[in-house]
């Protein structure tokens, strides 16, 4: 399939044709942070702006959701997908035939981080509530924002991915391995990673008997038999091998374009249409630089005391308490305190009058992030002028959430080994409940591949 070494039918999992920058690439000005980042700081895109000025670049090729609600969308998109012809017929980007790519990424919060790029097959993914499929979202997908990001794929001959996929190896007996003999592989590229983003390596994997037996491990994972005893779960849920960790949307987007081209395409082109797949990141989420961080929000434009008294009105059926401190520190302690007690959640927040916390009793949500973002939605549904967006790090949700008519609110972490557990007894996440690291540690656009 594809011109394929390797496809395993029984998992959806491809050793597909990828594209590399060709040699003497600016690597450092080709590769770029996902755009789902720094969307409330202009400023960090105006840099990497100037950084890849004339120069090849991922930048070039994606659509950083900073500038989604600017006018000339429709003008951006077209120049995207010049580029990415551009880049074809002049060679900028060349193939490294049917592989896999071993990726060790070091950033300032971890030393090395372990992956696997590779594509999986969509039609083994589904992103709806109570899917049983073996690719599963890990939190809920809102379907407002696939629209404009299939659109960007619609006529685009390139995929770039973000997409990071978990699997739950504890025994690390797939991607673990191939760290002990990277010396075996080619180096395609080894590279200081633009705005503070750290140090990337990458290994290409082309021989046969190695990708057979990274198919062979992930088979092994997804056995029914092995799956009920590690999950203590009976014959009505679906085994779960893939649980999408970082670029849920990215990975619906890929999804809907698929299920919109298929209806045109005969039974054989159904089969090897290289949009079925799509590219993404896999990395195992016991792996040590693997770490789960919260996702706080900022809300802006509005009025302190109306949001916390409709948040009263909001949790009518709860107690709900508010409290006042002096500094982000009291506020996490706060915050770790409760997480000991499950019939009460608490999140802080930050405005313009300071620090605080705010504690549900006996809430209805599992999670402090679907207790907190149930309110919100509901509250941005009542008030139009108000808007929201979802940030990586306590300093920048400090700094937005200080400034007058803006409240920042801070949510603590979810314990990695309990996801696949989580998604598979009680579905998919409120969305926006982790992130798998810090907004510099995201997954940076690099490898290219071909889907027309």
């Not at 203590?232 to 374009?257: C, I, R, Y």
């Not at 009025?303 to 949790?315: E, L, P, R, V």
């Amino acid at each position: 399939m594809l011109n394929s070494k390797i496809y395993s039918e029984k998992i959806g999992v491809l050793a597909p044709q990828i594209l590399l920058p060709k040699t003497g690439t600016d690597m450092e000005a080709w590769a770029v942070v996902a755009c789902d980042q720094y969307t409330s700081e202009p400023d960090y895109w105006s840099e990497v702006e100037e950084k890849t000025q004339g120069k090849p670049s991922t930048l070039h090729l994606t659509f950083p959701e900073v500038y989604l609600e600017e006018n000339g969308s429709e003008d951006r998109i077209k120049k995207i997908n010049d580029t990415m012809r551009e880049y074809i017929d002049k060679n900028t980007l060349n193939s490294q035939g049917s592989c896999m790519i071993f990726v060790d990424r070091k950033t300032s919060h971890a030393e090395s981080r372990k992956g696997l790029m590779l594509a999986v097959d969509l039609e083994k993914y589904n992103y709806n509530k109570g899917s049983q499929t073996l690719i599963r979202a890990t939190e809920g997908t809102v379907i407002d924002r696939l629209p404009p990001r299939i659109k960007i794929r619609k006529n685009a001959s390139l995929e770039l991915p973000h997409v990071m996929v978990l699997i739950d190896d504890p025994e690390k007996t797939v991607i673990e391995p191939l760290a002990k003999k990277v010396n075996d592989f080619e180096k395609v590229y080894d590279f200081e990673l633009m705005m503070s983003g750290g140090h990337i390596k990458g290994y290409k994997i082309d021989d046969e008997e190695t990708l057979s037996n990274i198919i062979n491990a992930l088979e092994k994972l997804s056995e029914p038999s092995t799956f009920k005893t590690k999950y203590q779960v009976g014959d009505d849920k679906g085994v779960l091998l893939f649980a999408v960790g970082d670029g849920n949307h990215s990975l619906a987007s890929a999804k809907g374009h698929w299920e919109i081209i298929k209806k045109d395409l005969s039974k054989d082109e159904v089969e090897s249409h290289p949009a079925r797949f799509a590219l993404v990141e896999l990395s195992n989420v016991h792996d040590d630089g693997i770490t789960f961080e919260p996702i706080h929000r900022v809300v802006f434009n509005v009025d302190n005391n109306d949001i916390f008294n409709s948040m009263k009105k909001f949790f009518n059926t709860s107690e709900i308490f508010i409290e006042k401190f002096d500094s982000l520190d009291m506020v996490n302690k706060k915050i770790e305190e409760s997480s000991k007690n499950n019939s009460i959640h608490t999140f802080g927040f930050v405005n313009s009058e300071g620090y605080g916390s705010i504690s549900v009793k006996d809430p209805s949500h599992n999670l402090e992030t679907g207790t907190l973002q149930s309110f919100l939605d509901n509250y941005i549904k009542e008030n139009e002028q108000v808007k929201i967006d979802y940030i990586h790090g306590e300093d920048v949700v400090t700094k937005l959430g200080a400034k007058e008519k803006n409240i920042g609110f801070y949510l603590p972490t979810m314990d990695k080994h309990d996801l696949f557990k989580t998604v598979i007894v009680d579905g998919v996440l409120p969305r926006k409940t982790f992130s798998m690291g810090e907004a510099e540690e995201k997954r940076f656009y690099l490898e290219c591949r071909k889907i027309v």
